[in-house]
């Protein structure tokens, strides 16, 4: 990152694209460690969030013909996401404490 901040330096900073490309770099370098994000096993790619929205959301919430208030669509997706997350187990242990469906 120090070395991009250094290159971007060396252009002419009078230009606004150029000092904006600096402040931004410095400003969000930390969160720009993608070497050591991959070396820790984080996902860095959308592609994870896409396909959990997909497998939450699209498959469960948009069925034909489905209409959602936003807390009922909000429990299900939770739902959705402890089944498809391996924690359907603990959470239905806890069955006695959710509430009726009226």
């Known amino acids: 990152m120090e070395q991009v901040i250094q290159e971007c330096e060396r252009l002419d900073t009078r230009l606004a694209e150029v000092s904006d490309a600096i402040t931004y770099f410095k400003n969000n370098g930390p969160r720009m460690r993608y070497d050591k994000f991959r070396a820790a096993g984080y996902f860095i790619g959308s592609g994870t969030v896409e396909s959990a929205c997909k497998q939450i959301v699209t498959h469960r919430l948009k069925?034909?013909?489905?209409?959602?208030?936003v807390p009922g669509a909000l429990h299900t997706a939770k739902a959705r996401a402890a089944w498809l997350g391996d924690e359907w187990s603990p959470f239905c242990l806890r069955w006695a404490e959710l509430p009726l469906a009226i």
Do not use: H, M
């Open 63 to 69: 069925c034909s013909g489905a209409q959602w208030l």
